[in-house]
């Protein structure tokens, strides 16, 4: 077989994968939800978001809510913003979380503790920096209980504002779609084809409670990642439905703080001795190399298929227009990111985020 073949097949495959997530992709409805919602919000030092994302949350319609956030050691003006939003409201709550234990990395031992906090027969765990829509909480937890769903999760919509995150942010979007098969829907059971985006997580009390909770997946930095596999393995079911109606988010700001927050979960994922070289013969035979032989038709086709298929993704997502071109060099980076986590991880260089540094591991 040819190069151009070989590179026509190799884009060919997670067109026809993600054309079928697309179309079977859930995308929820405003519903009403029985039960209360703890909307939960790990923030360290979250003073320029925290404020926008509790407003957020109590805009919640169709559920009963509360909110609680756990101060995770902020030396900003967090503690103080959620006091007065607190004052103001019954339904938020603020809680400090005790010193890191040396086995936990930071946003998963907050979580647990969010969770030991929780009033609600739903826990919803979102980012500082996640804004709910009005409905998610309702929708999110009537959909778990209509489906019997232990977990549900989705991607919000990815606020990008700057060259940066346009060539490193649509890329989860684009992976989770075109590489995942069921796209991380109820129907595939294995935990090896689970997926979840931790910035917005929504457990069912009692299976949470049941695998472990955090707990079980204490030392890992991709949480929600981990969090759903652990569901399954257990005999959950869990599901990702379409976040974009949800909640937005704007996760990183620039180019350095994308490639410093990617880095630190990579080798959680893709950036594995035996699983890297897999996935770099993968992207880069759809999606690198057929630019390199044109004009050969195959190369010719594998590009309009590509650019095809991100286009979906990107208007599924509601993700920028502008961010389509730039598809090549955002796989071309993708790479990159994973390469360097994984050389970093070979000479025992920890990952770090927020002034913390961890060993970056594999859920237990």
């Known amino acids: 077989m040819s190069w151009e073949w070989l590179c026509l097949g190799l884009a060919a495959l997670p067109t026809a994968l993600g ?48 909110v609680v956030v756990m101060d995770d050691g902020s030396t900003d003006g967090t503690p103080e913003i959620v006091r007065r939003l607190a004052d103001a409201d019954p339904r938020v709550r603020l809680a400090a979380a005790p010193p890191l234990p040396p086995d936990w990395t930071g946003k998963v031992h907050a979580c647990a503790r969010l969770a030991e906090q929780a009033r609600g027969d739903w826990l919803l765990f979102i980012d500082a920096d996640v804004r709910l829509a009005p409905g998610a909480a309702a929708a999110m937890a009537a959909h778990a209980a209509a489906k019997r769903l232990a977990m549900v999760s989705g991607v919000p919509r990815q606020v990008i504002g700057s060259l940066g995150e346009g060539l490193t942010v649509p890329a989860i979007n684009f992976l989770l779609l075109g590489y ?45 990642l981990a969090l759903a596999r652990r569901f399954r393995a257990e005999g959950h079911r869990t599901e990702v439905v379409d976040g974009a109606p949800l909640a937005t988010c704007r996760m990183y700001r620039g180019f350095a703080e994308c490639w410093s927050g990617f880095l ?3 080798v959680e994922g ?7 070289p897999v996935w770099t013969a993968m992207l880069g035979g759809a999606h690198l190399w057929p ?3 044109l004009p050969a038709w195959q190369a010719v086709l594998a590009i309009l298929l590509m650019l095809g298929l991100r286009t979906a993704v990107t208007l599924r997502a509601r993700e920028p227009w502008w961010t389509i071109p730039l598809h090549p060099l955002t796989m071309l980076v993708a790479l990159a990111i994973q390469w360097w986590a994984l050389a ?19 859920a237990a």
């Not at 979250?46 to 169709?62: H, K, M, P, Q, T």
């Not at 893709?270 to 890297?276: D, E, I, V, Y």
């Open 270 to 276: 893709m950036a594995t001795p035996l699983g890297l």
């Open 180 to 224: 995942l098969p069921g796209g991380g829907r109820a129907e595939t059971v294995r935990p090896d084809l689970a997926a979840a985006c931790g910035q917005l997580v929504l457990c069912e009390r009692r299976a949470y409670e049941s695998v472990g909770g955090h707990g079980a997946v204490r030392r890992v930095l991709h949480e929600g």
């Open 291 to 293: 630019w390199a032989l």
């Open 264 to 266: 630190k979960n990579a």
């Open 19 to 66: 054309i079928h997530n697309l179309m079977h992709l859930p995308r929820l409805r405003g519903e009403q939800a029985a039960g209360l919602v703890s909307i939960l919000i790990p923030a360290r030092d979250e003073a320029a978001n925290i404020e926008a994302c509790v407003a957020a949350a109590l805009a919640s319609r169709g559920a009963a809510v509360e």
């Open 344 to 362: 970093r991880w070979a000479v025992g260089r920890p990952a770090g985020w927020k002034g913390r540094a961890y060993p970056a591991t594999k």
